[in-house]
């Protein structure tokens, strides 16, 4: 048992004293930082709800006082009322609904009531209006989901639309304002595009042409169109197509008969892109400058010119890319599978590989600028963007062949086991690869023909390639003689034909041999192996040797009388 020593039980009290002192001093401290934290948050909490509105002094003090029709409580409310308005004509009235703090007091009555019909004009042309996105309740509420309401963010500014001015896009907003402390918040058009208003109606506003157009083509057709513009657009369309179609026609002759090379060039290069430039250009500049389309055939023709120029930059650098590559690469098949062009079917592979490279870069390129130029707050061009993207899953999905031939003929280029003038046995034909295309492989036949065979059957199935490292073989040529055939004498024939044959095709002479195989009552097989260190002529050699051989044999049976073949069948059985 340890008693207690009195010394240390001293000691023991003075320290828990100073450590009970020291805590009574912290803790006031922790007390008001917690309760400094609190306020802040809770002053952060108060900003961020008075964060519902803009805060003003007033709101258009120029201005007659507003009608009692005019609902400016919600952003639906207050488009719907600017639209009512304009559309009766009451542009004094519709004026309420822009932000006029920019204009001097005493012009905002006149000016405002102009702002009102240029965006009037504005919104019947060219604003598609996304009435989905906008709230029907005074704080612009943004749901955070469809199944559950109760998530989401108050807003105090929508954005309507994006209109191009001076290169870069504008924007046209719904802003919620509180004029004075007492007022309520009103939604109106923002000071910012109230601003832009005259100069985007400079830009899309009625044209001269269209001014001169008389009334009965200038009145409502169908889904907000003119009339004008349903017998304007098929008509363009036939004149930018001829166009297009003129262009192309034009340049391919001029490539005919162009004596320069880089002309023609040029010529060959730039056909598709320049019809396809051209029929875009008179579609866009006669919608934008001659005679300015609504906003829904807008929103549609947009991207689809986008598409048609990025389109047509890609087609200009695949096919210049293409014409190099033609001129850099050997195409000549029968050259390539010389043996002593190993190193030219490696090139002529590569440069195969780096054109389908190319391709799929200036593909994936293209798609990546029409997503990124693409408006994508635009209701219309996000809906187009997502039945592309739809349309590509199907298609892609239904086209999954020949999505594997793809990546099957980017395979065969990196790994080379097929290389353009390789020489090859493929289900027992004997071709030269001549092409390597993206889905296919095109295979010349030993008799000319070609053979179209799909590039996953390389990766997948096996084949004898006969031009991979070592193009050199021994071809065996098997002889049935009698059972008395002179084999030492037709050995010394077999190695006087090789020595007759060109050096350069029949090596290594070592590998050269003559065997028996096998001996039956019909007479023995001898096997000669016969050496050949190029594949494109080994199979005429070998048919000369196994002429010659045959010769030799016959003529050794008539002057030695020693019987070297079988007997003929009508032979057998005679003495």
Not at 48 to 63: D, I, K, R, S, V
Not at 448 to 454: A, K, Q
Request: net charge negative.
């Amino acid at each position: 048992m340890i008693c207690a020593n009195p010394r240390y039980i001293a000691l023991f009290m003075q320290r828990l004293a100073i450590l009970l002192r020291a805590f009574a001093s912290v803790v006031p401290r922790l007390t008001g930082a917690f309760v400094l934290a609190l306020a802040l948050l809770s002053g952060a909490a108060t900003g961020q709800a008075q964060e519902g509105w803009f805060q003003t002094n007033e709101l258009n003090p120029g201005l007659p006082p507003a009608p009692g029709i005019l609902d400016r409580g919600t952003p639906m409310a207050a488009l719907e009322s600017f639209i009512y308005l304009t559309d009766n004509g009451h542009y004094s009235s519709a004026a309420h609904i822009l932000d006029l703090s920019d204009l001097p007091q005493s012009e905002q009555a006149v000016v405002g009531a102009e702002r009102a019909f240029q965006l009037s004009v504005l919104m019947e042309r060219k604003v598609v209006v996304p009435w989905r996105r906008l709230a029907d309740r005074p704080d612009g509420w943004l749901s955070g989901s469809a199944e559950d309401n109760d998530t989401g963010r108050v807003r105090r500014s929508l954005l309507i639309d994006r209109l191009e001015l001076g290169g870069h896009d504008v924007p046209l907003r719904l802003n919620r304002i509180k004029p004075g402390e007492d007022a309520e918040p009103v939604w109106v058009f923002s000071r910012q595009s109230v601003d832009n208003i005259p100069h985007l109606h400079g830009q899309y506003g009625p044209t001269e042409i269209e001014t001169m157009l008389p009334d009965w083509l200038r009145i409502r057709a169908f889904w907000g169109m003119y009339l004008w513009e349903v017998l304007f657009l098929p008509l363009l369309l036939v004149v930018a197509l001829t166009a297009g179609w003129f262009a192309f026609g034009l340049m391919r002759r001029l490539g005919k008969v162009a004596k320069r090379r880089w002309m023609r060039f040029v010529l060959r290069s730039f056909r598709w892109p320049a019809a396809i430039v051209l029929c875009a250009a008179i579609i866009g500049t006669a919608t934008s400058r001659v005679l300015v389309v609504s906003g829904f055939i807008d929103a549609v023709l947009s991207p689809i010119l986008l598409i048609a120029y990025v389109t047509a930059a890609t087609l200009a650098i695949v096919f210049t890319f293409d014409e190099i590559f033609d001129r850099i690469s050997p195409n000549n098949a029968y050259e390539l599978a010389d043996p002593m062009n190993a190193h030219m079917r490696s090139i002529a592979t590569t440069i195969a590989a780096a054109r389908k490279g190319v391709i799929v870069i200036a593909v994936l390129v293209a798609s990546g600028v029409i997503l990124v130029s693409s408006n994508a707050d635009n209701t219309i061009g996000l809906s187009l963007l997502a039945s592309a993207g739809a349309v590509t899953i199907v298609l892609g999905f239904a086209a999954r062949e020949v999505l594997g031939n793809i990546l099957a003929s980017i395979q065969i280029a990196l790994n080379r086991s097929a290389r353009i003038g390789d020489q090859l046995i493929f289900e027992g034909h004997f071709c030269t690869v001549e092409q390597i295309h993206f889905t296919y492989v095109q295979l010349l036949n030993w008799n000319g023909t070609r053979l179209i065979v799909p590039v996953s059957y390389f990766v997948s199935d096996a084949f004898e390639n006969w031009s991979i490292e070592d193009h050199a073989m021994v071809r065996p040529i098997i002889l049935t003689l009698s059972q008395n055939a002179d084999v030492a004498a037709l050995r010394r024939v077999f190695f006087d034909i090789l020595a007759r044959e060109d050096p350069n095709d029949v090596k290594p002479m070592d590998k050269a041999k003559v065997h028996v195989l096998e001996q039956d009552a019909f007479g023995i097989k001898v096997r000669f192996e016969l050496p050949t260190d190029n594949a494109a002529t080994f199979w005429d050699i070998e048919c000369r040797v196994r002429e010659e051989l045959l010769a030799a044999a016959a003529r050794m049976e008539k002057e030695d009388d020693v019987r070297m073949l079988p007997p003929a069948p009508a032979d057998m059985g005679k003495p």
